[in-house]
DNA sequence: TCTGGGGTCCTAGGACCC
DNA sequence: TCTGGGGTCCTAGGACCC
């Protein structure tokens, strides 16, 4: 029995969980709640995109796909040639929402110290006596358990040698990183296998016979910073476990930016085809800017043309709107100013930054525009499309078009 | 290899001001 | 009119993440 004197160590840990395959296996989980007597994950399985929309890549694989060298982002013809009976379900992102909020609740339980790092990571600092790795053992057998898929957990100091840990050996584990076993754990993988070292570093950093995690953690800091800048400096901390960024809290969920994107069925070459798309996205980012409560001022759009060249245009605003009518004026004119006859355009794109919860006009001589009058019509029409359905209310100039009138989904958080 | 969609952060260069 | 240096803001584009 402890005594009344007795000293109790709590010591701090971070916690990096990362579920495994998550879009395929939250499908799998979800499909045997309704019943289904196969589960996708003993299968050879993907999700993957609609090949008509052209968005035909894949988004997840089951474990026997990817032994089969199926990997991420690759596209369904390959796919296919790889595995001609690869069975491929479309993405459904209603899923994986109920089934990412379901895992925040669990780890919850152990701490309210929590980050969500995307739709399928969390850390999580935790403070306890408790071996951390039976701890952590404890947390993915609790999540499979109760929902029915697994976790990688990686258990470390920082949330940098946590999330390595994370990604060794899959699935079901836990793994340890401690700074004390950063030699022999992590400093004999590639480098480009350290978080934030993309092909373009990795290439520049193979020019400089830098070509493990362990070499660029030996490696002459001026150089890195001189070809790679200030990533070289990240890159040399991470490569010798040193990172001081903080859990930042569960309300890393308000956005910075808000913005919609989509490859259309077919290249689009007719300008007024563009401007119907553009118009579209702006629906969808503007409704969810409300629905934030947010204000945009700065507005920019992408087109991708069909080489894959990136095309951008941006604007800051002297105001802060989610005017749906303003902020596709704003857009119109950016199309307008990247828009060159002859173009053959595959994906258009716009996003909303600089967010902030105030509606402000700097120079009010500058824009003849009734915000209050859009205001309340915004209002009207978001609660239409709220009772009866996004489609039951659209602009004109999408009358008789193919363009679908609202493109992006506003439901998303 | 006919290659999605949603984000974040950084940087180079130009415009403009003093 | 030309020359210049420093600072700030804005924009286009790139790199990275999942």
């Not at 400093?187 to 350290?194: F, G």
């Not at 004109?396 to 679908?404: E, Q, T």
């Given at each position: 029995m402890q005594g009344y004197l007795d000293i109790i160590i709590m010591k701090d840990f971070i916690f990096h969980i990362d579920a495994n395959n998550a879009f395929l296996s939250w499908t799998a989980a979800h499909r045997l709640a309704l019943?289904?007597?196969?589960?996708?994950?003993?299968?050879v399985s993907i999700i993957g995109g609609d090949e008509d929309k052209?968005?035909?890549?894949?988004?997840a694989k089951s474990q026997r796909a990817k032994a089969l060298g199926i990997k991420t982002a690759m596209t369904l013809v390959q796919v296919r040639q790889i595995y001609p009976d690869v069975l491929i379900v479309s993405p459904d992102f209603s899923i994986y929402t109920k089934y990412s909020d379901a895992m925040i609740e669990i780890l919850k339980q152990y701490?309210?110290?929590?980050?969500?790092?995307s739709i399928d990571e969390c850390f999580i600092q935790i403070s306890t006596e408790e071996d951390p790795i039976e701890l952590a053992n404890k947390i993915k057998n609790h999540i499979k358990k109760d929902l029915g898929f697994t976790v990688n957990i990686g258990v470390s100091s920082n949330k940098l040698l946590a999330k390595m840990a994370s990604d060794?050996?899959?699935?079901d584990m836990v793994h340890s990183l401690f700074p004390d076993e950063i030699e022999e754990k992590?400093?004999?993988?590639?480098?480009?296998?350290?978080?934030?070292?993309g092909k373009k570093s990795a290439d520049k950093l193979n020019k400089l016979c830098i070509f493990t995690i362990g070499d660029l953690a030996h490696a002459d800091l001026d150089l890195l910073l001189y070809h790679l800048n200030s990533l070289g400096l990240t890159l040399y901390e991470y490569a010798n476990g040193i990172d001081k960024s903080v859990?930042?809290?569960?309300?890393?969920?308000?956005?910075k930016s808000i913005g919609h994107s989509t490859t259309t069925h077919i290249d689009i070459k007719d300008k007024k085809d563009a401007k119907l798309v553009i118009i579209a996205l702006c629906e969808s980012v503007a409704m969810r800017l409300r629905k934030q409560g947010a204000f945009t001022s700065h507005l920019s759009i992408e087109l991708v043309n069909s080489d894959f060249k990136r095309l951008s245009h941006s604007k800051k605003l002297d105001l802060a709107t989610n005017s749906t009518t303003f902020i596709c004026q704003i857009m119109l004119e950016l199309l307008d100013e990247v828009w060159k006859d002859g173009m053959v355009i595959r994906k258009f794109g716009v996003s909303a930054s600089k967010l902030s919860h105030n509606f402000y006009l700097q120079?009010?001589?500058l824009y003849d525009f009734d915000f209050r009058k859009q205001a309340s019509l915004d209002l009207c029409i978001d609660a239409i499309r709220e009772n009866f359905g996004e489609h039951i209310i659209f602009r004109?100039?999408?009358?008789?078009?193919?363009?679908?009138p609202m493109i992006g989904n506003t439901t998303k958080h």
């Open positions: 019943g289904s007597d196969t589960d996708l994950r003993n299968e052209r968005h035909g890549i894949v988004l701490s309210q110290r929590l980050e969500k790092f060794f050996k899959k699935p992590m400093w004999h993988m590639p480098v480009s296998e350290l978080f934030m070292c859990i930042s809290g569960e309300k890393k969920s308000e956005f120079n009010n001589t004109l100039c999408f009358l008789g078009s193919h363009i679908a």
